[in-house]
Structure formats: C-alpha cells, structure tokens
Nanobody
Framework: QVQLVESGGGLVQPGGSLRLSCAAS????????MGWYRQTPGKQRELVAH???????NYADSVKGRFTISRENAKNTVYLQMNSLKPEDTATYYC????????????WGKGTLVTVSS
C-alpha cells in the first residue's frame, strides 16, 4: 500500500507559477510511474502529466510547454512545476502511483486545490 500526500496548491494570478509536491510512502517509490491528474466539478479526472520509473515523461496537450513533471527518488517525491498558469488550470490536482510491471496500484492522494484567478 502506498500513501500519497500532495501539497503546494493555492491561489495564484493568471501568468503565475506554482510547484506541487507529492510525497510517497509505504513502498519502493522508484518502481512506480507517478502521475498528476486534475479534476473540476462535474468533469472527469484527466491526466496532466506522468513520469515513468525510467524518467520518461508525457504531458497533456493543454499543458505542454508550461508544466514540468519531475521526480526525486531519494526523497520519494514527485513534483509538478506549473508556469504561465491560466484560469482553465483551476482544478483539484491529484497524485497517482501505479506499477504495471509489479501489478501494484493505482494509488491516489487526496488532492490539492489550485485556483488561478485575478
């Protein structure tokens, strides 16, 4: 069982930046593909970005060039650097961990709210 705790959300003006963090515990962090998803009321949760155990990244088209996902295995932490934020980025952001090789997960955090507004 993996526990995931997100932090770093808050209120930011359009064009601003935030960095989200997700701290993991309970298993070997390095074997997991880590992802960030987001959800707004009434909509399905959508993938924002993920990073594999080998460091390969993938991004939703809507955030390419603005968001960067990274991981620090020594700290069991994954980050999401968000730049040039837009009002449509407003959502609750969730951390996700899954290992298809070892058939573990998916595990979810409880989310952190990001609000982009002037």
């Amino acid at each position: 069982q993996v526990q995931l705790v997100e932090s770093g959300g808050g209120l930011v003006q359009p064009g601003g930046s935030l960095r989200l963090s997700c701290a993991a515990s309970g298993d070997i962090f390095s074997i997991y593909t880590m992802g960030w998803y987001r959800q707004t009321p009434g909509k399905q949760r959508e993938l924002v970005a993920h990073i594999t155990s080998d460091g390969i990244t993938n991004y939703a088209d809507s955030v390419k060039g603005r968001f960067t996902i990274s991981r620090e295995n020594a700290k069991n932490t994954v980050y999401l650097q968000m730049n040039s934020l837009k009002p449509e980025d407003t959502a609750t952001y969730y951390c996700n961990a899954v290992s298809t090789i070892y058939v573990r997960g998916p595990y979810w955090g409880k989310g952190t709210l990001v609000t982009v507004s002037s």
